[in-house]
């Protein structure tokens, strides 16, 4: 049985409790104190339920004592239970040594690493156990710092975290009481940067897929991660295409190999095709270069907006697809590399196909697998976490405090559309945080311009009369859509107007074959 005593600092009260105990004899198992909470707790044997009814109003008539109540632990007991769950549950190995290097206490990770039972390894002595390091000493020294090193258990290569356990002694003096010793096998080592690879900050747990769309997305794409096939991610561009190829890499078996990305419409096209290919550099003495598929070899290569590419590069990729080889730029010479291809795309690949202006069979070739990323504004679910996820992000970026979104500002943007897409609300999300002033981010600070499906963006002020704006407005849709309807009867046919009507605004304007491409 143990009580739990709220009691006044004050000396001699400690005894006063003892004699009650002595008087109804009782024997006392344990006493404890804590003196920064008043608590004093007591443990004994059970006792009869009349010896009890006894002891407590005898104890809460103490001078001092404000409650007793009975408790199932001591603070020991508890600190001693809840230590001993930890480090059973701790993967790795514990082993808890005292000033002479002689093994007090071995958790089960640490008796699996040694091949020997608790009861055989407490009481040895670790420099029988460790091989490698001079405990005793390290022990000895006259300054005993915390060491990470190398050491060697039944053969194998382990590293071990040693760290000293000191003891205030008053007068700022410690005095050494032993060691604790965390100890690694070299394949648990492997398997927690492999996990820091593929979890880290570009890993799947990094995307926000509240909504349903990019959950079956996520969903999906966990699952190709682990196949060897092409895969084509599709989406309008700032849906996130790179991020998702990020996080299929290091999903994959092919992590720990490098990840190198290269945007087929920021490169000339003799450029991208050395990029890609390498440079055999025979000629004019120019030294040769590695490209991307053989740097990449044994990883992956994202092909941002493959749809960019050239009929030549093209032709050469489709080869690379079919045997995994190439030939650098002046070279005759054949590379063979082992790369997974992603490839992203926003535009319409299928009507690219049929327009002629994409290889069919290279479509075919890389789109095996397929993601679809929906755009922000089918994904509304998506805009709230990532919005609070971007200004945590740049309030602690600019060392600010964390602004809190309002229920209003919440909705403004989930109705939004977002043509720009996370790249969009990211963009707006670090503007409006870094020029806040204020606790709370509102509607007025993210300064978004109006945007619609049909029109695109619209000015927000213009300058003139309405009649100049309305013209204005009239230019710019006619321009739009005379590539489609070239000719003034089609046009007057679609926007329901007489053809004469639009004959006029069409010569007022300016627009004719010669000034729209058609």
Known sequence: MRLEIYCQDRIGIAQEVLNILVNYQVDLKGIEVDAKN????????????????????????????EDVRTTAFLPSEREHNELNTLLSALPDGVISIDNRGW???????????????EQEAVGANINNLLKGFNFTRWLEGKEVLGQTTRVEVGGEDFIADILPISVPQGDDQNALAGAVINIKSQSRLGQQVSAFRRYGQESFA??????????????????????????????????GKELLA????????RSIKPFIALSCASL??????SELFGYAGYEDNAAPKRGVLEQADGGTVFLDEVG?????????????????????????????VNVRIIAATQKDLPAMVQEGTFREDLYYRINVLTLEIAPLRDRKADIGPLAEHFVQKYAQ???????????????????YPWPGNVRQLENAIYRAVSLLDDSELTVEHLQLPTFTNDLGYLESDFE?????????????????????YPSSRQLAKRLGLSHTAVANKLREYGINRKTVKV
Do not use: W
């Open 308 to 336: 960019e590419m050239s009929s030549q590069l093209q032709t050469k990729l489709l080869r690379f697809l079919q045997d995994g080889t190439f030939r650098k730029v002046g070279d005759e010479n054949e590379v063979k």
């Open 206 to 239: 990094t995307i926000h897929n509240y909504s349903t769309a990019m959950r079956r997305t996520v969903r999906e794409a966990r699952k190709m991660a682990q196949l060897e096939a092409p895969i084509l991610i599709t989406g309008e561009t700032g849906t």
């Open 268 to 273: 000339p096209d003799d450029v991208a095709e």
């Open 397 to 415: 970026q600019n060392g600010a405090p964390v602004p809190t979104l309002s229920e209003e500002t919440i909705e403004y943007l989930q109705q």
């Open 464 to 484: 003139g009369s309405l009649d100049q704006a309305v013209k204005r407005f009239e230019a710019t849709l006619l321009r739009k859509l005379y590539p489609a």
């Open 103 to 117: 093994v007090r206490l071995c958790n089960a990770a640490a008796c699996r690493d040694l091949q020997m039972t």
């Open 246 to 253: 990020r996080a299929c890499h290091y999903a994959s078996n």
């Open 38 to 65: 008043c608590r004093m707790y007591v443990s004994f044997p059970p006792i009869e339920f009349e010896q009890f009814q006894k002891i407590m109003p005898s104890i809460r008539l103490i001078n001092g004592v």
